[in-house]
């Protein structure tokens, strides 16, 4: 993919050239997959409209990326973890016990999770949570009755799906989309079935049951993905009923090869995701390390370049490759600018 080159005036951002003294002079970034294609983007933008190296960035999933944010402060660990999920208390902890304490946290925008398969596949173009716990919950309710899952055909429980087999290829648990994917689909597909209100009349307390809600069958019906979204393509691409799970972005990207599928009745776009209607999206984030500001040659350049209207706003490059943009991005830009670190009042 190509971009036009842009000025460094039109972005307000000065090229400064790389001058610190460092062991190495280049930003480097690791983490989410679903982060991975606008960081990349912007990599690339930075490095061509700056005096900056280009900055390294790798996936590996937001776990992934957030672990090795929190190995410690030097140059020999990483700047930036992307994520497709907020940082967790326990991972803040361990940032710290590790002497990372001041992180600022950058809200990038919105990207909503969608349900795909193939073009040529059964027509799979409308899906409820209920539909997805139904299929893939490890426990599901059947006659009133709470029993492990055997359903093999999508329409043994919703006569309005094909009748095609269950196979299911989703988010692995290092992914950040796994969290929101359990939030938002397989928990609320549980209470809608009536299988957690089961669970906790058969003597589970509510955590206990939420836990329950989020195990996924193990017969070889839901398929774990702990690659990006390109391996969970392939696995589509060789079997004419899978299902899988993608972000938006991507999805928009790979239309050619994919159809999507409505949830709650609501088909996925930029807009129903800004509008807050499509009931599945997320905010992506990155973190950076501020005690690399001034040690790392354009860290904090870097990300001020990366939420400039003119990249995270909306008609920018990301935006057109499927980011929705933040409403707040002003005040995003305003802490970076400060390196406002989390706990901290602006």
């Not at 940032?95 to 990038?108: H, L, M, S």
């Not at 398969?117 to 799979?124: K, T």
Request: charged share 20%; proline share 4%; net charge negative.
């Amino acid at each position: 993919m190509s971009f036009v080159k842009l000025t460094a005036s039109s972005l307000a951002i000065a090229a400064v050239s790389a001058t610190a003294a460092s062991a190495r002079d280049n930003v480097q970034v690791a983490g989410s997959s679903t982060v991975l294609p606008y960081a990349s983007i912007v990599a690339e933008l930075f490095g061509e409209n700056t005096d900056y190296p280009t900055p390294v960035v790798e996936s590996g999933g937001s776990s992934a990326g957030l672990k090795r944010f929190c190995e410690g402060v030097g140059e020999n660990t990483i700047d930036i973890a992307n994520a497709s999920r907020a940082i967790r208390e326990k991972e803040i902890k361990a940032c710290a016990e590790n002497g990372v304490t001041d992180i600022i946290e950058v809200r990038i925008g919105y990207d909503g999770i969608v349900f795909a398969s193939q073009q040529s596949g059964p027509a799979f173009t409308a899906f409820q949570p209920s539909d997805i716990f139904n299929a893939i919950g490890a426990t599901v309710l059947k006659d009133g009755e709470l029993v492990e899952n055997t359903y093999a055909n999508w329409s043994e429980f919703n006569a309005d799906l094909p009748d095609a087999e269950i196979a299911m290829f989703i988010p692995g648990t290092k992914h950040g989309t796994r969290e929101v994917f359990e939030d938002k689909v397989l928990l609320k597909g549980c209470e809608d079935t009536g299988a957690m209100e089961a669970m906790m009349a058969g003597g589970m307390d509510e955590d206990a049951a939420e836990d329950a809600c989020l195990d996924v069958r193990q017969d070889g019906r839901s398929v774990d993905i702990d690659g990006d979204y390109t391996e969970t393509l392939a696995r589509i691409d060789a079997n004419t009923n899978g299902i899988g799970v993608f972000g938006l972005a991507f999805y928009e990207n790979n239309t050619d090869k994919l159809k999507v599928a409505t949830m709650g009745g609501v088909s996925p776009s930029t807009e129903t995701i800004a509008s807050g209607e499509y009931p599945v999206s997320r905010p992506l984030f990155f973190y950076v390390k501020k005690a690399h500001i001034g040690v790392i040659p354009g860290l904090k350049d870097y990300a001020q370049f990366f939420v400039a209207d003119e990249i995270a706003g909306p008609g920018g490059p990301l935006s057109n490759y499927g980011l929705v943009a933040d409403p707040e991005l002003a005040e995003t830009q305003e802490k970076v600018a400060n390196e406002v670190t989390m706990g901290d009042s602006m």
